[in-house]
């Protein structure tokens, strides 16, 4: 168990609606990331939050975004969503804003199906 | 081209084999060399981390990398079906923050 706490773990969504995909950090950590992994595009990196602040960011579309709450929990809200979005979505957590020199702790990710 | 380029396989090999898995990178500046393992249906976990260049072990498992071809290397010696999962490379360093590059990712099967 990473610690991690990702939910809803499955989604089932029709184009053109708005999710919200919500994630609970590592006892301690403050930094949050989303990634977006497809079997054609492998793990691709979307957004960093670091207590509270967007840190870097990544191949994320306008249709998405993100934040970061006081008490470092996570959501990532898609919206207008297209066939194309379908996915495994992953939050990682890590104690500091660079993660090049620690590990990043995943959830077991949200499956989102567009139909 | 890719900052981290991996053969996805899949790679089959039978149990107790050596397995050797493979990434070449392109950012030298990038000092920071993971291995993250991913099971079916869960989250990528750190297996293995070195820095700079060189080889580091840790059980069964061997990080290595080699800065003069751009070359990062693990090696599983004595490979158990438990093994059998998506092996994730990166790199990462400097001013990349947490715009961190995986590589595609190999799938390795490994069948008693």
């Known amino acids: 168990d990473s610690g991690v706490t990702q939910t809803p773990k499955h989604l089932i969504t029709a184009t053109g609606q708005r999710v919200t995909l919500r994630c609970s950090p590592r006892s301690g950590d403050l930094s949050v990331y989303w990634y977006q992994q497809s079997l054609d595009q492998g793990l691709q990196f979307l957004i960093q939050?670091?207590?509270?602040?967007?840190?870097a960011k990544g191949n994320i579309l306008e249709r998405f975004s993100a934040q970061q709450f006081p008490d470092l929990h996570s959501e990532l809200n898609l919206s207008s969503l297209e066939l194309g979005d379908s996915a495994l979505y992953f939050c990682?957590?890590?104690?500091?804003?660079?993660?090049?020199?620690?590990?990043?702790?995943f959830g077991d990710g949200t499956r989102l199906s567009i139909l | 081209q890719k900052e981290v380029e991996q053969d996805p396989g899949p790679l089959s090999v039978p149990e107790g084999a050596i397995v050797s898995l493979n990434c070449t990178y392109s950012n030298s500046a990038f000092q920071y060399f993971m291995w993250y393992r991913q099971y079916s249906r869960k989250g990528p976990e750190l297996l293995m981390y070195t820095y700079s260049s060189g080889n580091k072990e840790d059980g069964r498992f061997t990080a290595q990398v080699d800065k003069s071809s751009k070359y990062i290397s693990l090696f599983i010696r004595d490979s158990q079906p438990s093994d059998s999962a998506t092996y994730l490379c990166?790199?990462?360093?400097?001013?990349?923050?947490?715009?961190?590059?995986f590589g595609q990712g190999t799938i390795l099967t490994v069948h008693p």
């Open positions: 990166l790199n990462a360093g400097g001013t990349s923050y947490g715009k961190l590059t």
């Open positions: 939050y670091y207590n509270g602040e967007e840190r």
């Open positions: 990682a957590s890590s104690v500091s804003a660079d993660p090049s020199n620690q590990p990043q702790h």
